[in-house]
């Protein structure tokens, strides 16, 4: 995680992107909601769902990307339009991932380069949206910037037992976001032939950059991969911690 692609990662697009523009709170993969999850889940844009049955033999913790786009957009501006959606498996059952993954005071723990994560709203419930603060700081090869904005995060356990955190932008306190938004998708896999619990990961974010820096594309393409599973990695070895 020595890139922006680290930021893009831990941030963890309507109107500018036509292919997501009215996109319904519907779960691309296959998964079917409830009428109540797909209220709670109105106005995020998330993937949920394991992308490809015929993949998870050949996934391990290395993470793995279903899809990348980084682009310019059409509109005359200096804005960056990225996604990013990946997959993986950990050797581990759900419960410790999803304990880091709701730790909103404890992420800036977990991950290199978030410097400030704490929860605005301690008072709601495990159940309920939460206002999350956060601050992220980044320098490679001369390339620096730091991001620090607020988002609305909601976790959300599915009947089918599978578990989603899905996350928007509420506010871009320094002005370089123009749109965020994210999920965590998880769902537990049968033991490995060993006994092993396994997990099923998917994380997927979408942001638009509202003037990046010069090399920030660039930056990107060059590492991105290698700076997800960085990010994956920091990721399994606090769950597996216990932290």
């Keep these: 995680m020595l890139t922006i692609i680290s930021i893009l990662l831990i941030l963890f697009i ?14 691309p993969g296959g998964i079917i909601l409830t009428d109540s999850e797909i209220e709670a889940l109105a106005g995020y844009r998330f993937k949920a769902g394991i992308h490809s049955e015929g993949e998870l033999a ?4 290395k993470a793995s990307i ?67 603060e956060v601050r992220t700081e980044f320098s490679f090869i001369g390339i620096g910037d730091s991001f620090q904005y607020r988002i609305e995060k909601l976790p959300l356990h599915l009947v089918d037992g599978a578990f989603i955190i899905v996350w928007r932008l509420t506010e871009s306190l320094d002005g370089k976001f123009r749109e965020l938004y994210g999920s965590w998708y998880l769902v537990p896999l049968p033991p490995a032939a060993d006994g092993s619990p396994r997990t ?44």
């Design 58 to 61: 050949s996934l391990t913790s």
């Design 14 to 27: 309507p109107g500018a992107v036509p292919a997501f523009a009215g996109t319904p709170p519907a779960a």
């Design 66 to 132: 279903i899809e990348r786009r980084i682009e310019d957009l059409p509109d005359n501006s200096d804005a960056l339009y990225t996604l990013l959606d990946s997959h993986a498996v950990f050797a581990l059952p759900p419960g410790p991932i999803i304990g880091c993954l709701t730790d909103n005071d404890g992420e800036s723990d977990i991950y290199p380069r978030m410097v400030l994560s704490k929860d605005l709203t301690p008072e709601r419930g495990p159940g309920e949206p939460h206002i999350q």
């Design 200 to 243: 099923y990961l998917r994380n997927f974010v979408t942001t638009i950059f509202t003037d990046p820096i010069p090399g920030t594309a660039v930056t990107m393409k060059l590492f991105g991969t290698s700076d997800l599973r960085g990010f994956y990695d920091a990721l399994r070895k606090a769950a597996a911690s216990g932290r």
